[in-house]
């Protein structure tokens, strides 16, 4: 059975991934690190996350919190990848997630060269959601 990376760190905190050996797992995986008490994140409305995102065993391509601010967009209406619209609707504000996103709910085959993410690259974030309104 594969394992999924380990984060280090508390809500609020910038992460460090630790990945374990073997290859990434089939499917959409979603961990939730912390719970949250908040209001529940529902499809449709805009979520305000701060983030780390990295290909599976290589390298950090974006995170918000050296760049100091969370991000907000529509959640579950195919604004952004499917494994975010999967993995963040029903969750609460205050949780810390993890997700392991493969190419079909991710970039799928064409990657996003410019940052770095290669075709049928896997993408694991860790997802602290702030808010939703």
Known sequence: M???????G??????TLTFPEGGAPAGLQVQVLEEGS?????????????YLGQTWA?????????RGAPIDFPIGVGAVIG??????????VGDRVLLSIPPEHGYGMRGVPQAGIGGGDTLVFVVDVVGVR
């Open 2 to 8: 594969t394992t999924l990376p380990t984060a280090s």
């Open 10 to 15: 508390t809500f609020g905190d910038k992460p």
């Open 38 to 50: 908040g209001p529940v994140v529902d499809a449709g409305r805009t979520i305000v996350v701060n």
């Open 58 to 66: 290589g390298h950090v391509f974006d995170n918000s919190y050296d």
């Open 83 to 92: 494994g975010w619209d999967k993995g963040l609707v029903g969750r609460n």
